[in-house]
T-cell receptor, first 113, second 114 residues
Framework: DQQVKQNSPSLSVQEGRISILNCDYTNSMFDYFLWYKKYPAEGPTFLIS?????DKNEDGRFTVFLNKSAKHLSLHIVPSQPGDSAVYFCAATRTDSWGKLQFGAGTQVVVTP | NAGVTQTPKFQVLKTGQSMTLQCAQD?????MYWYRQDPGMGLRLIYY???????DKGEVPNGYNVSRLNKREFSLRLESAAPSQTSVYFC?????????????FGPGTRLLVL
């Protein structure tokens, strides 16, 4: 049973516009959420995270929003750049679980000129 | 500073053959992890080692064994490979003193079982 879901397998966005990636989770025990970025033939790299005690975290062009009541988080990329074309994975964990991550299936983002 | 390295990069096995996937990190991290990635399913945790000398099962451990050889190295063994184990395998490491998000991943091993 997948506890972290990314329902959009792909997203196409024009360069300079906003990319919005969505993620839903079912386990209310998760208290820490992360986004990873993955290029082909490489391992995932950490992008940004948020604790359940916050509802927003920002790092440069990347902002993650958390809605605990809806068990939903989103990643905003503004402005989108061609180098952002990659697969983005949402992940969730409990802070007492030794870093064990539950991943969503990923969203392929393509940024077009 | 190579980060997390994995060998081999690619392997083809026949059903029933065995092999060991190697992983090493040079960041002095305490925790190490093995994940598999299948199409449409994201990454799933196979086994992890919270610290040197300990290993525990993750979400999908059946058909695998692991060894935390020392602080640097964490290997994954398939004793009798099955076509269902065709996947891309990622090793990761994390310093427990760091952010939860600081799991550093290797480049992956692509495994095909015929």
């Amino acid at each position: 049973d997948q506890q972290v879901k990314q329902n959009s397998p792909s997203l196409s966005v024009q360069e300079g516009r906003i990319s919005i990636l969505n993620c839903d989770y079912t386990n209310s025990m998760f208290d820490y959420f992360l986004w990873y970025k993955k290029y082909p033939a490489e391992g995932p790299t950490f992008l940004i995270s948020i604790s359940s005690i916050k509802d927003k975290n920002e790092d440069g062009r990347f902002t993650v929003f958390l809605n605990k009541s809806a068990k939903h988080l989103s990643l905003h990329i503004v402005p989108s750049q061609p180098g952002d074309s990659a697969v983005y994975f949402c992940a969730a964990t409990r802070t007492d679980s030794w870093g064990k991550l539950q991943f969503g299936a990923g969203t392929q983002v393509v940024v077009t000129p | 500073n190579a980060g997390v390295t994995q060998t081999p990069k690619f392997q083809v096995l026949k059903t029933g053959q065995s092999m060991t996937l190697q992983c090493a990190q040079d960041m002095n991290h305490n925790s190490m992890y093995w994940y598999r990635q299948d199409p449409g399913m994201g990454l799933r945790l196979i086994y992890y080692s919270a610290s040197e000398g300990t290993t525990d099962k993750g979400e999908v451990p059946n058909g695998y064994n692991v060894s935390r050889l020392n602080k640097r190295e964490f290997s994954l063994r398939l004793e009798s490979a099955a076509p269902s184990q065709t996947s891309v395998y990622f090793c990761a490491s994390r310093s427990q003193a760091g952010l939860l998000g600081d799991q550093y991943f290797g480049p992956g091993t692509r495994l095909l079982v015929l």
